[in-house]
């Protein structure tokens, strides 16, 4: 099994490369090129040598027994604004798929659009994704659709406004029906828009293709490393062992990948490689628990 992690913070502390060999030390089998915050896009990914740039990077990685396993697009893009290419924002979107693919990324998540009130959500969703599809088969790169919070402004109550349901979230990629779509279940953001991660998983049957992997309280997005051996209603509310089960109940064997963006924040640059084995070990118990159809609270 696949246990990923984001690169954000590893590659803004030691660079690109450093990022891969600290993520390999670290005991993680794949990497999540995050394009979605960097403080370099223009540098990076938008520089006249971005194409090469990647390729390099990919090949740096596959001679270390990496790969780059997934990838997220920026997500400045907003409602109103056209469809097109002609739009910065759309077109860094445009230029990150391209990039990834390069990578040798099979897939890239690009986030939903929140729309205000009286507009048809999922119609304009389904619109936007669409406009996508073309570049996806160009660059053969699959396209994430994943299930989001939202909310209004950061400090707004989550919503399901966003494929936030199970029932969304499913329906997109039925609506979508093409090669290049895939599902990308983000666990810590079910939790909080239903409260029933498990259940959300189940009615998710067949979408699930991805996972992202996060703790959280159940209000915040927080981002934190899975807490797999405290019982839920602990520090975070993750119900581990449901999650688990439902997870094992539906087949699933793809890859993991863990979000710590706030996690891995909190240490120094020295104390990264710590906190990343600490990572990459409860990513594999939790893909060994889920495999075996286990109980997470059954330690050892």
Request: hydrophobic share 40%; glycine share 10%.
């Amino acid at each position: 099994m696949i246990i990923s992690v984001e690169n954000m913070i590893a590659r803004r502390r030691v660079g690109d490369k450093g990022a891969v060999d600290m993520l390999k030390a670290a005991g993680f089998n794949g990497i999540d090129y995050s394009l979605c915050s960097m403080d370099d896009w223009y540098e990076t990914v938008g520089s006249p040598g971005a194409l090469d740039f990647a390729a390099e990077l990919r090949e740096y990685a596959m001679e270390r027994g990496m790969a780059f396993t997934q990838s997220h697009a920026p997500f400045r893009f907003k409602y109103g604004m056209q469809m097109c290419e002609k739009t910065e924002e759309y077109r860094q979107i445009v230029r990150s798929m391209e990039f990834a693919a390069r990578l040798g990324a099979p897939m890239i998540v690009i986030h939903a659009v929140l729309c205000p009130e009286g507009c048809d959500r999922f119609e304009y969703n389904l619109r936007y994704y669409r406009s996508f599809l073309e570049y996806a088969h160009r660059f053969g790169i699959k396209i994430g659709v994943e299930n989001l919070l939202g909310r209004e402004t950061p400090e707004s109550p989550a919503t399901t406004n966003c494929l936030g349901s199970p029932e969304t979230f499913c329906a997109m990629q039925d609506e979508l029906s093409d090669p290049m779509i895939c599902g990308c279940l983000d666990l810590g953001h079910a939790l909080i828009t239903t409260g029933d991660p498990a259940g959300f998983i189940r009615k998710s049957r067949g979408h699930v293709h991805y996972l992202h992997i996060h703790d959280n309280n159940g209000d915040a997005d927080l981002h934190q490393l899975p807490a797999l051996y405290e019982p839920a209603g602990g520090r975070y509310k993750m119900p581990w062992k449901e999650v688990c089960a439902a997870l094992s109940d539906i087949g699933f064997d793809g890859p993991i990948n863990l979000e710590l963006l706030r996690y891995m924040n909190n240490f120094r640059t020295e104390e990264l490689p710590l906190a990343l084995e600490l990572a990459a070990a409860t990513g594999k118990a939790l893909g060994e628990i889920i495999l075996k159809g286990g109980d997470p609270q059954q330690k050892g």
